[in-house]
C-alpha cells in the first residue's frame, strides 16, 4: 500500500512524460557567491565613527503644509551623489531632501533604483565629491561579529552605537542580519559597518519583542540594485501613489493617496479636528442619489467616512464611524462650535476594525445612512440641500478605502433574504449574543457543574464548521473568478482583454483585488504616454514614447536577484503597484499599452523568459525584452539565452506568437509551481482548477490535480481526475500510473 507522499512522488516523477515547462517560466539561476574581500585592519569605534560620519545623510521630506514631516537616515555609496537608504524612509509620492555632514542641503533629483521586497532605495543627488563607504560582503558575514550602526535616532543627528551581528534570519521570506544593537525610529536606512569600515547591511527595523534587537538588509541585496538600476525622475516619482487630479481633490491637507487600488488617509489635516477631506470630481445627480464606500480604521478612536453635499469649502455633511460608534455630523463651519452632531448611535452591524460598508441615500428632507447593508440612522435635516461628494477623515487616524461610488440608486450590499435563508439551513445556529456563555451556564444550573467537557467539545465543534464555512466561502471565490476567466476566453481572439484576464489570476489568490480601478490606472498610464504624441506618430515613435514612459520616467523593472519567489510578481496589479515583475507580466503590461497607443505587440513565449514581438503592419519584426528595459532583441541573442537556459538552439517554434490564454495559462503555471515548492497544497489545486478551465483537455495538470487533491483528502474529486485520464488515454501519461493511483484512492490508503 502506498502513502499519500509516496504516490505524490510516484506520480509526478512517473504519470509524466514531459515536466520541463513546469518549471517557473523565468527562473535564472542565482549567481555565483562573490569571493570574499581580503582582511584589513581592524578599527576602534571612535576612528570608524569620525570617518565613517562623513559619508551619513539626513533624509526628510516636507507635507503640505511645508513642514519637516519626516526624517531618516541614507550613506553615500558613490561620489557622484548616489545615496542609500530604506524605500520606506523615501516613501512615495513625496519631495525629498538630504542634508551631508558639513552641513550642504541637497534636492533630490532622482530616485535611481528603488525594490519593495528588500526595502531598499538608492537616490541620486546633483553633487561630485561626496565621501563614500565601502560596500563590504554580507555573505562572508560571521556570527558574533562586531559592528557599529549609524544614524539618526529620533531626530538625534549622526549618532552611532556598537554591538555584533547575533545572527541570520529569514522574516516574510527574507534573509536579514539580526543585529544586537539598539535600533530607534531615525535609525532605518543608516549602515551597519564592519571594524575595517565597510558596510554589511542597511538597517531597516527594531524588534517588537525587545529594545536592544534590530534588523538590516544584507548589502549584497544593495548591490543588486547599483548593478541593475531603475531611474525614476523625482517629477515622476512625485505621481506614485499620488490621487489622479482628474477624479479627486484633496482639501484641508493631510495625506491622501492611493494603492492597490485603494485610497490611504494620514497625517493629520489643517482644519479643526485634524478634518481633512478629498471630494470626488464624479458628477453627482440630482436627489435623490446615493454614494457609499467601505472603509477601515487603524484605530477606532479615529474617524473617517463620507462627506456630500459639500461646497468645496468647510460645509457638508459627514457619515462616519467615530469612537466605536457611527455619527451623522452638518459641517457648517471651520470650527466644532458649527458642526451640530445630528446623530451618534452604536449599532451590532459595525464591525469594529475590519471593512464596514458605509452608504447614504440623500433625498429632499430625508437622509438614510446604512452600515453592512442595515439602515442605522434616519435624518430630516435640510440645512444642506446639495454639492459634491468624497471622503473626510479626522484626528491622526490612518483609514483606508475601497468601491467609492455614486449613483441614483447603487447596487445592494446585502444578501438577499433567500439565499441568506437557505445558508441558514445550512448552517448550525450559532448564537451572538455577547453575554451568551453566561446565560447558558446560569440556564444549566445544577448541571454546569459536569457541562465543560460538552460545551468544549461543541466549541471545537463549531470551530470545526465555522472553518468549513471559511473554506466554503473561499471556494465561491475561486469558483467566481474562474467562471469569469474562462468566460473571458470565449470570445475571439482579438476581444480578449489581456489585463483584465491578469488582474482575475491576481484576484484568484486575492478578492480585494478592485479589477476596474486597475484598469482605470492603466487607461490613465496610457494617457500620460499618448499626451503628447501626434496623431500621425508612426510606430517607432510611439514604442519610443512608451518605452521612455515605463523605463525612463517611471522606474519600472525586472525583478532582481532571488526574488522570482514572490508571488507578488505575479500579480499585475502589484506589478503596477511595486514597477518590478516578471517578464511575463511586464509584458502584458507593454502589451496592453502598446495596442491601446496604437501598436501591435504580440507576446514571444522564449523557454525560461518571455518576450514581445512588435509587428508593423509594413517593414520587418522586432523582438523585444521587457524584462531588460525594452531592449531590442537580435535572433543571434534569442539563439544564446535559449542555448544558455535548455542547452539546444532556438527552434522556430520558439518564436511563434504566443496567444492570450496561453499568456495567462504560462502565468497561472508560474503560480503553480511556486505553490508546490512551498507545499501550499490549496493554493496548489486553485491553479490548477484554472488552468484546467482554460484547457480542459491538458493531461499535464489533470495528474497534478488528482496527485494534490489526494494528498488534500479530497478522494472523490482525486478520484474524478483518475478516471478521466483513463477514459481519456492522452499522449504522454503513464497510464499504469493512474491506475495504482486509483486503486489506492478506492483503498482508502492515507
Known amino acids: 500500500m502506498f502513502d499519500r507522499l509516496t504516490f505524490l512522488k510516484i506520480c509526478l516523477f512517473g504519470c509524466l512524460s514531459f515536466v520541463g515547462h513546469a518549471v517557473a517560466w523565468g527562473d535564472e539561476p542565482p549567481p555565483p557567491p562573490r569571493p570574499p574581500a581580503p582582511l584589513e585592519p581592524e578599527q576602534s569605534v571612535e576612528q570608524l565613527t569620525e570617518s565613517a560620519k562623513k559619508s551619513i545623510v539626513v533624509i526628510s521630506f516636507t507635507g503640505r503644509d511645508g513642514r519637516n514631516s519626516g526624517l531618516g537616515t541614507g550613506f553615500v555609496i558613490s561620489a557622484d551623489g548616489l545615496i542609500a537608504t530604506n524605500l520606506h524612509v523615501i516613501g512615495e509620492g513625496r519631495p525629498l531632501n538630504v542634508q551631508t555632514s558639513d552641513g550642504r542641503n541637497f534636492e533630490v533629483k532622482s530616485v535611481e533604483a528603488f525594490d519593495r521586497h528588500v526595502d531598499l532605495a538608492l537616490i541620486r543627488v546633483d553633487a561630485t565629491d561626496l565621501p ?14 562586531s559592528v557599529i550602526v549609524l544614524g539618526n535616532p529620533r531626530g538625534l543627528k549622526y549618532s552611532v552605537v556598537a554591538g555584533v551581528i547575533s545572527g541570520v534570519q529569514e522574516i516574510d521570506r527574507k534573509t536579514m542580519l539580526q543585529l544586537a544593537i539598539p535600533i530607534e525610529p531615525g535609525n532605518s536606512g543608516g549602515p551597519v559597518l564592519d571594524r575595517q569600515g565597510r558596510v554589511l547591511g542597511v538597517v531597516t527595523m527594531k524588534s517588537l519583542v525587545t529594545d536592544n534587537l534590530g534588523f538590516a538588509m544584507p548589502v549584497n541585496e544593495l548591490k543588486n540594485l547599483q548593478e541593475k538600476p531603475n531611474p525614476t525622475l523625482m517629477a515622476r516619482w512625485l505621481t506614485i501613489g499620488a490621487l489622479d487630479p482628474q477624479e479627486w481633490t484633496a482639501l484641508m491637507g493631510g495625506r491622501w493617496k492611493q494603492r492597490a487600488g485603494r ?21 453627482v445627480p440630482d436627489a435623490p442619489f446615493e454614494i457609499a464606500v467601505s472603509v477601515k480604521l487603524d484605530n477606532e478612536e479615529g474617524a473617517a467616512g463620507l462627506a456630500f453635499c459639500s461646497d468645496g469649502g468647510d460645509k457638508h455633511y459627514g457619515f462616519y464611524p467615530s469612537g466605536g460608534k457611527l455619527r451623522l455630523t452638518c459641517f457648517m463651519g471651520p470650527d466644532v462650535n458649527s458642526w451640530p452632531v445630528l446623530a451618534d448611535v452604536r449599532s451590532e452591524h459595525y464591525r469594529p476594525g475590519e471593512w464596514n460598508h458605509l452608504k447614504v441615500r440623500f433625498q429632499p ?65 450559532i448564537g451572538a449574543r455577547p453575554s451568551g456563555g453566561r446565560e447558558l451556564a446560569s440556564r444549566l444550573g445544577e448541571q454546569a457543574k459536569g457541562s465543560q467537557t460538552a460545551l468544549r467539545e461543541r466549541a471545537r465543534e463549531l470551530d470545526r464548521q465555522a ?21 473571458l476566453f470565449s470570445r475571439p481572439e482579438a476581444e480578449i482583454e489581456l489585463f483584465r484576464a491578469a488582474l482575475l489570476v491576481a484576484q484568484l489568490d486575492n478578492e480585494e483585488v478592485d479589477l476596474e480601478s486597475y484598469l482605470s490606472e492603466l487607461d490613465r498610464m496610457v494617457r500620460e504616454t499618448a499626451k503628447e504624441l501626434p496623431a500621425d506618430a508612426t510606430d517607432p515613435v510611439r514604442l519610443a514614447a512608451l518605452n521612455k514612459y515605463l ?12 526574488h522570482y519567489d514572490h508571488r507578488s510578481n505575479s500579480y499585475v496589479n502589484e506589478v503596477l503597484d511595486d514597477r518590478e515583475g516578471l517578464p511575463i507580466t511586464l509584458s502584458v503590461i507593454y502589451i496592453e499599452m502598446a495596442r491601446k497607443i496604437g501598436v501591435n505587440v504580440v507576446g514571444v513565449g522564449l523557454p525560461s523568459h518571455f518576450v514581445v514581438r512588435h509587428e508593423p503592419a509594413e517593414g520587418p519584426s522586432q523582438l523585444i525584452d521587457v524584462y531588460e528595459r525594452a531592449a531590442n532583441l537580435s535572433r543571434e541573442e534569442a539563439d544564446a539565452m535559449v542555448k544558455a537556459n535548455l542547452g539546444r538552439p532556438l527552434q522556430a517554434s520558439d518564436l511563434e506568437s504566443t496567444t ?26 486553485r491553479y490548477l482548477d484554472a488552468i484546467i478551465a482554460l484547457d480542459p483537455d491538458s493531461a499535464d495538470p489533470r495528474v497534478r490535480r488528482a496527485i494534490v487533491r489526494f494528498m488534500l483528502g479530497r478522494r472523490d474529486d482525486a478520484l474524478a481526475d483518475a478516471n ?27
Not at 492570450?660 to 490549496?682: C, F, P, S, V, W
Open 263 to 283: 485610497i490611504l488617509a494620514e497625517g493629520t489635516g489643517n482644519g479643526f479636528g485634524g478634518r481633512t477631506v478629498c471630494l470626488s470630481t464624479a458628477p
Open 132 to 145: 563614500a563607504l565601502p560596500l563590504g560582503d554580507s555573505d562572508a558575514i560571521r556570527q558574533g561579529q
Open 551 to 562: 523605463f525612463s520616467e517611471c522606474g519600472f523593472h525586472g525583478t532582481r536577484g532571488d
Open 467 to 487: 472553518a468549513q464555512l471559511r473554506q466554503a466561502a473561499q471556494s465561491v471565490h475561486e469558483q467566481a473568478v474562474i467562471e469569469q476567466l474562462a468566460g
Open 365 to 429: 428632507k430625508k437622509i438614510e445612512c446604512f452600515v453592512n447593508g442595515k439602515l442605522v440612522i434616519e435624518s430630516a435635516d435640510e440645512r444642506l440641500t446639495a454639492g459634491r461628494v468624497g471622503l473626510a477623515k479626522f484626528r491622526n487616524t490612518i483609514a483606508e478605502f475601497k468601491g467609492f461610488r455614486v449613483g441614483k440608486e447603487l447596487p445592494s450590499d446585502s444578501v438577499a433574504p433567500e439565499l441568506l435563508a437557505r445558508l441558514n439551513e445550512l448552517t448550525a445556529e
Open 724 to 750: 478521466w485520464l483513463l477514459e481519456k488515454k492522452p499522449d504522454g501519461i503513464n497510464l499504469n500510473q493512474v491506475e495504482d493511483l486509483r486503486q489506492a484512492i478506492l483503498r482508502g490508503d492515507r
Open 660 to 685: 492570450k490564454r496561453a499568456m495567462i495559462i504560462r502565468m497561472l503555471t508560474n503560480l503553480r509551481g511556486l505553490a508546490e515548492r512551498q507545499r501550499d497544497h490549496e493554493s496548489h489545486v
